[in-house]
């Protein structure tokens, strides 16, 4: 597979150290040291797959690491921590990534295969062994950056190729789970999709469940097999990256970012915002300030 991965590597050499668009729906790129405080952000729904170098994800209670021997998928948005690293051999890093679209998924599902009993993994993530088909998938999909013509009539064919792979390995019934609408998974998806539309308010659990059709005690189970994190566990990580990109932008002091992202004690924020970011508020967004300055 080494070939392959040297021929993705070469058609992904011109991405930058940010998200690189390709050109290619949903797809993008990205190469070199990314700023950390990029890096916890709250993901949309995608398949990565790393080409150079190696990146862990925390999500919740979880950490996964993969490199171009896995890739990950991400089936649900999902607030996280990511960290990269460099090529052992000093290349740096380099990965593609397609956002999933689950109108894309539920088109296919009428003309895919039954699902094989080895797949059965129904959480919100996880990481499996990259396989040959798949990377020659990507390798198409990738080649279309040569010849932009042929992209609104190939990318649509190589998309489905991409997630058909998915399907056929360890994340096919996660997949499968996004895309048809009365399963757990695709229950947590409408219940994270009001969260973070809603991340201000307050939130009761009970009534999150009333929304999707589940028992309180069901709905907790599924949210936390799905994210790795309480439904409050999850709404307080979007609270927090929504005051860090506030703070970062300078407009106001700590204790008014605490008041306009849901807090109604600005202590408590500091005190879960340093936990969550290793730093005070204040301090943390300074020293990222600082950090931009020297990058620009």
């Given at each position: 597979m080494e070939d392959r991965l040297n021929e993705l590597r070469a058609l992904a050499s011109h991405a930058e150290n940010r998200r690189t668009d390709t050109g290619i729906p949903r797809v993008a790129m990205v190469q070199g040291k990314i700023p950390?405080?990029?890096?916890?952000?709250?993901?949309?729904?995608?398949?990565?797959?790393?080409?150079?170098?190696?990146?862990?994800?925390?999500?919740?209670?979880?950490?996964?690491?993969?490199?171009?021997?896995?890739?990950?998928?991400?089936?649900?948005?999902?607030?996280?921590?990511?960290?990269?690293?460099?090529?052992?051999?000093?290349?740096?890093?380099?990965?593609?990534?397609?956002?999933?679209?689950?109108?894309?998924?539920?088109?296919?599902?009428?003309?895919?295969?039954?699902?094989?009993l080895a797949n059965l993994h129904v959480g919100g993530f996880s990481v499996a062994s990259v396989t040959p088909d798949l990377l020659d998938a990507w390798e198409r999909m990738l080649r279309l950056m040569r010849v932009p013509g042929d992209i609104p009539v190939l990318a649509p064919a190589y998309e489905r190729e991409i997630l058909y792979r998915v399907l056929q390995g360890p994340h096919g019934?996660?997949?499968?789970?996004?895309?048809m609408p009365d399963t757990a998974l695709s229950r947590m998806r409408l219940a994270i999709q009001w969260i973070r539309g809603n991340f201000r308010s307050p939130m009761r659990v009970e009534a999150l469940a009333d929304m999707v059709a589940m028992s309180a005690s069901s709905f907790h189970r599924h949210f936390k097999a799905?994210?790795?994190?309480?439904?409050?566990?999850?709404?307080?990580?979007?609270?927090?990256?929504?005051?860090?990109?506030?703070?970062?932008?300078?407009?106001?002091?700590a204790a008014a970012v605490a008041f306009e992202v849901g807090y109604e004690s600005a202590s408590q924020f500091s005190r879960e915002y340093a936990r969550f970011f290793g730093l005070p508020p204040s301090r943390d967004a300074s020293k990222v300030q600082s950090e931009l300055g020297r990058s620009s």
């Open positions: 950390e405080h990029e890096l916890a952000a709250v993901y949309d729904p995608m398949v990565n797959l790393i080409l150079q170098g190696r990146k862990s994800m925390t999500i919740g209670d979880r950490t996964l690491d993969y490199d171009p021997a896995s890739y990950f998928v991400m089936s649900i948005d999902l607030p996280a921590v990511g960290a990269i690293h460099a090529a052992a051999t000093g290349e740096p890093y380099l990965a593609v990534s397609l956002t999933i679209d689950p109108h894309v998924v539920a088109g296919m599902l009428a003309d895919a295969p039954p699902l094989s019934a996660m997949l499968r789970n996004i895309a799905a994210t790795a994190m309480s439904p409050l566990q999850f709404q307080k990580q979007i609270r927090l990256l929504h005051a860090r990109t506030m703070l970062i932008g300078g407009a106001e002091s």
